[in-house]
């Protein structure tokens, strides 16, 4: 390999003289750059869109701000420390610099940039489903896998109840009875009569509350009804597919007037849980837990194994057999669902 040649004193001292030159350069753009922001406070990220975010200060004021490069990752709920900008000028915004630590963190896999982060600093999470489209206990289950793994409380509702008849909503209350009798919150809602809309807004105070669910369940309606001055956008059903239309585009933090916020997130039709090894499934499922690491073999599927808890407490009526089926259609679903690159 060639040796570098040695430069002379002269090149030398223009060598340094050139980098002077170039950090005060920076230097000044720097400061340039940074005249218009204030004092560095703490404050909240309410919304976030694209690299910038909203920012609310202590006295509830927002400020649109950029997101320093050296941030890694900033979500709607997060505390923070930034510099509000001075400016009256439009294209003047304030600065987040520093993402504080947060006490609970939701996240969503996305196929194609793996687990992303969606809310911070939630106490609990508000699953929403409804009569229409369909109701699906197995995707109530999937969302519960979600929030045990996040290790925040679910408070589960079904919305839209109104159209169900005397006989239909006596059906929905004993395929649903398994939900209250393993310890979760149930509440039914309906946004045109008013049904359970008082008995979820109690359960909303003093706390940060994110709302998730598939889209076309009425979260937008619901959080309208608890604050008409949201104004959430409200979108149909599709005739065709029977799928929601997506009406909110960006999670945002709203607050409540008894106390406590409300983050409406963006819509999400399957809420993948291909980011999750079986052990984490399994212990998603709060009813097994009395049996996990009970069975006969260490490795045990919880399938036809011999001497396998949950499946003998299924065949005693100790578990639900319907939550047991969904059980194994999401352990069978998450190498199926699960991308390349997240593979082996």
Same mark, same amino acid.
């Given at each position: 390999? @060639?040796?570098?040649?040695?430069?002379?004193?002269?090149?030398?001292?223009?060598v340094s003289? #050139?980098?002077?030159?170039?950090m005060?350069?920076?230097?000044?753009?720097?400061?340039?750059?940074?005249?218009?922001l204030?004092?560095?406070?703490?404050?909240?990220?309410?919304s976030?869109?694209g690299?910038?975010?909203?920012?609310?200060?202590?006295q509830?004021? #927002?400020?649109?701000?950029?997101i320093?490069r $050296?941030v890694?990752?900033v979500?709607?709920? *997060?505390?923070v420390?930034?510099?509000p900008?001075e400016?009256?000028?439009?294209?003047?915004?304030?600065?987040i610099e520093?993402?504080?630590?947060?006490?609970?963190?939701?996240?969503?896999?996305d196929?194609? !940039?793996?687990?992303?982060p969606i809310? %911070?600093?939630? !106490?609990?999470?508000?699953?929403?489903?409804s009569?229409?489209?369909a109701?699906?206990t197995?995707i109530i289950?999937r969302?519960?896998?979600?929030?045990?793994?996040?290790q925040?409380?679910?408070?589960?509702v079904i919305n839209?109840?109104?159209?169900?008849?005397?006989e %239909?909503l @006596?059906?929905? #209350?004993?395929?649903?009875a398994?939900?209250?009798?393993?310890g979760?919150?149930?509440?039914?809602t309906s946004?045109?009569?008013?049904?359970g809309?008082?008995?979820?807004?109690?359960?909303?105070?003093?706390?940060?509350?994110?709302?998730?669910?598939q889209?076309g369940?009425?979260?937008s309606s619901i959080v309208?009804?608890l604050l008409?001055?949201?104004a959430e956008p409200?979108? !149909?059903?599709? @005739?065709?597919?029977?799928?929601?239309?997506?009406? $909110?585009t960006?999670s945002?933090?709203l607050h409540f007037?008894?106390?406590?916020?409300l983050?409406?997130?963006?819509g999400?039709r399957?809420?993948?849980?291909?980011?999750l090894?079986?052990?984490?499934?399994?212990?998603?499922f709060?009813?097994?837990?009395?049996?996990i690491?009970?069975?006969?073999?260490?490795?045990?599927?919880h399938?036809? *194994?011999p001497?396998?808890?949950?499946?003998? @407490?299924?065949?005693?009526?100790?578990?639900?057999?319907?939550r047991?089926?969904?059980?194994?259609?999401?352990?069978?679903?998450l190498?199926? #669902?699960?991308p390349?690159?997240?593979?082996?």
């Amino acid at each position: 390999m @060639a040796k570098k040649p040695k430069l002379s004193k002269n090149q030398k001292r223009q060598v340094s003289i #050139n980098r002077s030159k170039r950090m005060l350069s920076h230097e000044t753009r720097e400061q340039n750059s940074s005249e218009h922001l204030g004092a560095q406070q703490p404050g909240r990220v309410i919304s976030r869109f694209g690299k910038h975010a909203i920012v609310e200060d202590e006295q509830r004021q #927002n400020h649109k701000c950029h997101i320093r490069r $050296t941030v890694e990752s900033v979500v709607c709920g *997060d505390h923070v420390l930034f510099r509000p900008s001075e400016s009256d000028e439009q294209r003047d915004r304030g600065i987040i610099e520093v993402v504080l630590d947060r006490k609970s963190t939701l996240t969503r896999p996305d196929y194609y !940039d793996g687990v992303k982060p969606i809310a %911070a600093n939630i !106490d609990q999470i508000i699953v929403v489903s409804s009569i229409v489209p369909a109701l699906s206990t197995h995707i109530i289950d999937r969302y519960l896998v979600a929030c045990e793994d996040a290790q925040i409380s679910p408070v589960l509702v079904i919305n839209k109840v109104e159209l169900l008849n005397e006989e %239909a909503l @006596a059906q929905v #209350n004993e395929s649903l009875a398994i939900y209250r009798q393993i310890g979760y919150e149930l509440i039914l809602t309906s946004c045109q009569t008013d049904e359970g809309l008082s008995e979820l807004s109690e359960h909303l105070i003093d706390k940060v509350s994110v709302f998730v669910g598939q889209s076309g369940v009425g979260k937008s309606s619901i959080v309208n009804q608890l604050l008409p001055n949201a104004a959430e956008p409200v979108g !149909d059903v599709s @005739a065709n597919s029977g799928l929601g239309q997506h009406t $909110t585009t960006a999670s945002k933090l709203l607050h409540f007037a008894k106390g406590g916020e409300l983050i409406d997130s963006p819509g999400v039709r399957e809420f993948g849980l291909w980011h999750l090894n079986a052990e984490a499934v399994t212990s998603g499922f709060i009813e097994f837990r009395d049996y996990i690491g009970g069975c006969k073999f260490s490795d045990c599927k919880h399938r036809q *194994d011999p001497g396998c808890l949950i499946v003998a @407490a299924v065949k005693e009526g100790k578990i639900s057999e319907e939550r047991y089926n969904s059980y194994i259609k999401i352990i069978d679903s998450l190498d199926q #669902n699960r991308p390349s690159y997240a593979k082996g």
